[in-house]
């Protein structure tokens, strides 16, 4: 730019190319994580959207009375966090889904989804920190 | 073409049962299959149609004249040409093919149309939430909209909620979508915000 800094080019990734790549299990309009590419497939209004695990800045239970809560949150500016290079942070006039909240009676299969959003996090840090020291 | 047109196993603003729908000239049913009332639409009252994918196959999301939405889901990627063609022919609407974005990005544009917010990736929806699911929604800090759904108290009645009784489908899944934020950046904070209370 013009303060002669590098920009880091944004990394193009996609969960899906075709609709029909979605995981079976979406038919319950239920949370899926699909390990396979990386996603994180959310029931809104009665369609599946997929959101890319490099979307995604972590996930968390909570419990209040006999609803627990599955709070998901998203990798967007102004939070301190996050690499730049992750999304086009470039772009000012762009709009980020922030947070997403779902509630459910089954605490169990809240507590293993957060689990499994950790863990996926995780290995994707994990490769793509592999990928750049290859790089280097 | 037929003067009736059936589909088995529709489902009916995400109703938990589904149901058989049956288009004529005149306007569309569905009724579900355990019984009970059924829905009805007079085809004047269609203004435009969609045809997307929906978690339990296609969708067909209707909006009527007076701004208000129906959605039919359960059809099969089959369906669409006969679908089309009884719109075209009885409802005088195009069925548009709406291809939704797949990329699994959390960043796009928020817009806001007539019944509806629209989210869009990249120029193609990701997703829309009918205002009518909203159940409140404020500035939850700088540059950040919190909106809130409509999940009422959980126990969620079997069969249809039928287009006179909104705010249900937020809940329709065995997840239940309470809360969305949304980061807007820059002076448009305020206006945005009131446009998502419409």
Known sequence: DQNGVEIKKFKRFEAYKRDNQFPPKVRDMGIVIDQKNATVVLPVMGRPVPFHINTIKNASKSDEGEWSFLRINFLSPGQGVGRKDDQPFEDATAHFVRSLTFRSTDGDRYTEIANQISNLKRESVKKEQEKKDMED | ?198
């Open chain 2, 1 to 198: 073409m037929a003067a009736i047109e059936n589909f088995e196993n529709i489902y009916l603003d995400l109703s938990k049962e589904g149901g058989k729908c049956r288009f004529a000239e005149s306007g569309l049913g569905w009724k579900p299959t355990s019984g009970g009332e059924p829905f009805t639409l007079q085809g004047n009252d269609i203004s435009t149609a969609q045809w997307s994918r929906a978690a339990r196959g296609y969708e067909i999301k209707i909006l009527l004249r007076n701004s208000s939405i129906v959605q039919l889901d359960g059809f099969q990627l089959e369906d669409f040409e006969r679908l089309a063609k009884l719109f075209k022919n009885w409802y005088s609407a195009t069925l548009e093919n709406k291809e939704h974005s797949l990329r699994g990005w959390n960043w796009g544009k928020a817009e806001f149309g007539k019944a509806e917010l629209t989210f869009n990736v990249q120029n193609r929806p990701a997703f829309e939430i009918p205002y009518s699911e909203i159940s409140n929604t404020n500035l939850a800090g700088r540059n950040e909209i919190a909106v809130e759904f409509a999940v009422g108290d959980g126990k969620t009645t079997n069969g249809h909620n039928g287009a006179s009784s909104k705010g249900k489908k937020a809940s329709a899944g065995k997840d239940q979508m309470v809360e969305m934020r949304f980061y807007i950046p820059g002076t448009t904070t305020r206006k945005e915000a009131e446009g998502g209370d419409a």
